[in-house]
């Protein structure tokens, strides 16, 4: 099996609470097959009344998500394919944004790129102070066009600008924090976790009929975001197919 093939998307409910777990090996980082998986599996909780929260949360004790699988980009040759990997991360912020339940994010590690993405697109974000973020994007020539517009919606244009166009840089959980990416920031995974379960047992039992009205409000001026984020895709994908990117690509795998 290679690399490609590898990682998963785990799902489990109990007292109405569905927790999503995806992983891969290479830090989280994404295939376009895992991105779809776990784009429709955030879907399927739509017309699930048994579910009132999604916690959604990665494997492992490090990385969060390394965005996108590199491996996967760098065998990028045409607009079709491009279109397709760049789609990736489109599916699941718009998942997100449409499956009518309230999502917990559980941000354990650093987040690059498409992690942070996810990161600005659920409902409510918890991260340990180990959970760094990066939009490396433009480092290989090309940009997070996009996860932006999830991002500038959490955290706004100036701290998003910052981290599309300081592209090496790492910016604590605490700038994260400050800016309202993270709603909270613990020294340990087990508190984080603590408050994460108290309170998706809250929410659990809440009316859903609520839940559900302010998942509309919280979304409420994205209705385009399908097409937006396709067209996102899009500039993407011509982007990488530039001899410009395709050099600074092999210049970053010889780092």
């Not at 980082?29 to 009344?49: H, M, V």
């Not at 789609?87 to 499956?99: D, E, Y």
């Not at 592209?167 to 800016?179: L, Y």
């Amino acid at each position: 099996m290679s690399i490609i093939e590898e990682g998963h998307v785990n799902v489990s409910v109990e007292n109405k609470i569905a927790t999503i777990e995806f992983g891969h090996p290479m830090s989280n980082s994404l295939p376009g097959k895992i991105l779809n998986i776990l784009a429709e599996t955030i879907l399927k909780t739509r017309k699930d009344s048994s579910i009132n929260v999604i916690i959604l949360k990665s494997s492992g004790e490090k990385a969060f998500c390394a965005g996108a699988s590199f491996d996967e980009l760098i065998d990028i040759n045409d607009n079709e394919t491009g279109l397709e990997f760049f789609s990736g991360f489109a599916k699941v912020i718009n998942a997100i944004r449409t499956c009518g339940k309230i999502v917990i994010g559980r941000v354990q590690g650093k987040a690059v790129g498409g992690g942070v993405g996810i990161a600005a697109s659920v409902d409510y974000c918890f991260a340990t102070k180990f959970a760094d973020v990066k939009l490396s994007e433009l480092a290989v020539g090309i940009g997070p066009f996009v996860v932006g517009p999830a991002i500038e919606r959490k955290i706004g244009l100036s701290a998003m600008s910052q981290l599309a166009l300081n592209a090496i840089e790492w910016q604590s959980a605490s700038w994260a924090n400050k800016r309202g990416l993270y709603a909270d920031v613990f020294d340990s995974v087990e508190e984080m976790d603590q408050a994460i379960n108290k309170l998706a047992e809250k929410l659990a039992n809440s009316n859903p009929e609520a839940l559900s009205k302010l998942k509309e409000v919280f979304w409420e001026g994205t209705e385009h975001w399908d097409i937006m984020l396709k067209d996102r895709a899009e500039i993407s994908g011509t982007l990488v197919l530039s001899d410009f990117t395709k050099n600074a690509i092999n210049q970053f795998k010889k780092k």
